[in-house]
C-alpha cells in the first residue's frame, strides 16, 4: 500500500507491502529513492512485511526543515513509523548513506530490532580511500543537474520510456516510477541538502559505532565504482574499499563482514535479482535460523 504520511517534520512517500512478524525497514542511497529496491523487495517479501520510504528531499516527499543530518533523519523515520503505528520486531536494511539512519534507528531500538543490514555503506574510511576527483564530480554533476532542472525540467528533456531504460536492472513496475522521481526538480536540491551534511555525518557515525548492541551484516560490492563506470575506477582501489568495510564490521559490537561477488553499488541494492538472491538467503541464515 503506498501512502503520503504528514508528519511534524514534513511529507513522506511511503508504500507498506506483505504480512508478516517481522517488519524490514528500507533506506535508500544518496541520489535515489525507494523505488530503487526492485528484487531485493520481491525476496524480503518472502520473510516478512517490507516498509519503503524516500526520505525528505526525495521523490514525493517535501524537502526537509532542518539540516540533513543522520540523527534527525532516524527521528524523523521513527515518527512515521509511529504514524503508521508499525510496531517491531524490526530489520533495518541501509543502502550508501542510508547506512547511517539504519544503525542509529537500531540503535535507538534495541529491543525491537531483529538486526540490521548494510549494503555497501557510506563511512569515513570509504571516503578516504576514493580519488579526491570522485566526490568533486559527484557534486559537481548533482549542481548541474539541480540548476538544469531549474531551467528545464528534467521530465520534459526525457521522455519515460527513454529515462526508464537507465534502470533496465530493475524489475519492468520500479522503472518508471524511479525515473519520475528523480526527474523531479526538487530531487536535486534533496541531494546538495545531504552533501551539505557528509562532513559532520562521518565524525558523528564513529562515535556511533560502539553504541550500537543489534547484530549487523556489512555487505560490500565486489566490483565498486560507486555512480560511475567501473573501468574508471581499478580494481586495487575495489580492494582498499572492501577492507574498508570489513574494518567497519570489526569496529560494530557485533557484527558480519560479506563480500556480494558480482555486485557493483547498484545491483547489491536491488537492481539485480541474483544479488537479491544471495543477499535474502544471508539474512535468512544470520537473524531467522
Given at each position: 500500500?503506498?501512502r503520503?504520511?504528514?508528519?511534524?517534520?514534513?511529507r513522506?512517500?511511503?508504500?507498506?507491502?506483505?504480512?508478516?512478524?517481522?517488519?524490514?525497514?528500507?533506506?535508500?542511497?544518496?541520489?535515489?529513492?525507494?523505488?530503487?529496491?526492485?528484487?531485493?523487495?520481491?525476496e524480503?517479501?518472502?520473510?516478512?512485511?517490507?516498509?519503503?520510504y524516500?526520505?525528505?528531499?526525495y521523490?514525493k516527499?517535501?524537502r526537509?526543515?532542518?539540516?540533513?543530518?543522520?540523527?534527525?533523519?532516524a527521528?524523523?523515520?521513527?515518527?512515521?513509523?509511529d504514524?503508521l503505528?508499525?510496531?517491531?520486531?524490526?530489520?533495518?536494511?541501509?543502502?550508501?548513506?542510508?547506512?547511517?539512519?539504519?544503525?542509529?534507528l537500531?540503535?535507538?531500538?534495541?529491543?525491537?530490532?531483529?538486526?540490521?543490514?548494510?549494503?555497501?555503506?557510506s563511512?569515513?574510511?570509504?571516503?578516504?580511500?576514493?580519488?579526491?576527483?570522485?566526490?568533486?564530480?559527484?557534486?559537481?554533476w548533482?549542481?548541474?543537474?539541480y540548476?538544469?532542472?531549474?531551467?528545464?525540467?528534467?521530465?520534459?528533456?526525457?521522455?519515460?520510456?527513454?529515462?526508464?531504460?537507465?534502470?533496465k536492472?530493475l524489475?519492468?513496475?520500479?522503472?518508471?516510477p524511479?525515473?519520475r522521481?528523480?526527474s523531479?526538480?526538487?530531487?536535486?536540491?534533496?541531494?546538495?541538502?545531504?552533501w551539505?551534511?557528509?562532513?559532520?555525518?562521518?565524525?558523528?557515525?564513529?562515535?556511533?559505532?560502539?553504541h550500537?548492541?543489534?547484530?549487523?551484516?556489512?555487505l560490500s560490492?565486489?566490483?565498486w565504482?560507486g555512480?560511475?563506470?567501473?573501468k574508471?575506477?581499478?580494481?586495487?582501489?575495489?580492494?582498499?574499499i572492501?577492507?574498508?568495510?570489513?574494518?567497519f564490521?570489526?569496529?560494530?559490537?557485533?557484527?558480519?563482514?560479506?563480500?556480494?561477488?558480482?555486485?557493483?553499488?547498484?545491483?547489491?541494492?536491488?537492481?539485480?535479482?541474483?544479488?537479491?538472491?544471495?543477499?535474502?538467503q544471508?539474512?535468512?541464515?544470520t537473524?531467522?535460523?
Amino acid at each position: 500500500m503506498e501512502r503520503i504520511v504528514e508528519t511534524v517534520d514534513g511529507r513522506f512517500d511511503t508504500r507498506l507491502t506483505g504480512t508478516g512478524e517481522v517488519t524490514f525497514i528500507l533506506d535508500h542511497g544518496m541520489m535515489s529513492n525507494h523505488h530503487q529496491w526492485g528484487w531485493l523487495r520481491g525476496e524480503l517479501l518472502q520473510l516478512g512485511r517490507v516498509f519503503e520510504y524516500s526520505r525528505l528531499g526525495y521523490g514525493k516527499s517535501s524537502r526537509g526543515k532542518t539540516k540533513r543530518f543522520f540523527s534527525q533523519q532516524a527521528a524523523e523515520l521513527g515518527r512515521v513509523l509511529d504514524v503508521l503505528t508499525i510496531d517491531g520486531p524490526f530489520l533495518f536494511i541501509g543502502h550508501s548513506l542510508g547506512a547511517y539512519i539504519s544503525l542509529e534507528l537500531g540503535r535507538r531500538r534495541p529491543d525491537e530490532t531483529v538486526g540490521i543490514v548494510l549494503l555497501d555503506p557510506s563511512h569515513p574510511e570509504v571516503d578516504v580511500e576514493l580519488p579526491d576527483w570522485y566526490e568533486r564530480m559527484q557534486e559537481k554533476w548533482n549542481r548541474f543537474l539541480y540548476v538544469l532542472s531549474h531551467i528545464r525540467p528534467l521530465a520534459w528533456l526525457i521522455p519515460d520510456n527513454l529515462g526508464a531504460r537507465m534502470f533496465k536492472s530493475l524489475p519492468k513496475a520500479d522503472r518508471v516510477p524511479l525515473w519520475r522521481q528523480l526527474s523531479r526538480t526538487h530531487h536535486w536540491r534533496g541531494t546538495l541538502d545531504e552533501w551539505d551534511t557528509i562532513a559532520h555525518n562521518n565524525q558523528q557515525i564513529l562515535q556511533l559505532v560502539p553504541h550500537v548492541t543489534p547484530p549487523v551484516l556489512v555487505l560490500s560490492a565486489s566490483d565498486w565504482a560507486g555512480g560511475m563506470p567501473e573501468k574508471w575506477l581499478n580494481k586495487d582501489l575495489t580492494k582498499r574499499i572492501n577492507a574498508a568495510h570489513e574494518r567497519f564490521a570489526d569496529s560494530l559490537p557485533d557484527a558480519r563482514f560479506h563480500l556480494i561477488a558480482n555486485t557493483n553499488h547498484y545491483t547489491i541494492a536491488g537492481f539485480s535479482k541474483e544479488a537479491a538472491e544471495r543477499i535474502v538467503q544471508l539474512i535468512r541464515t544470520t537473524f531467522f535460523e
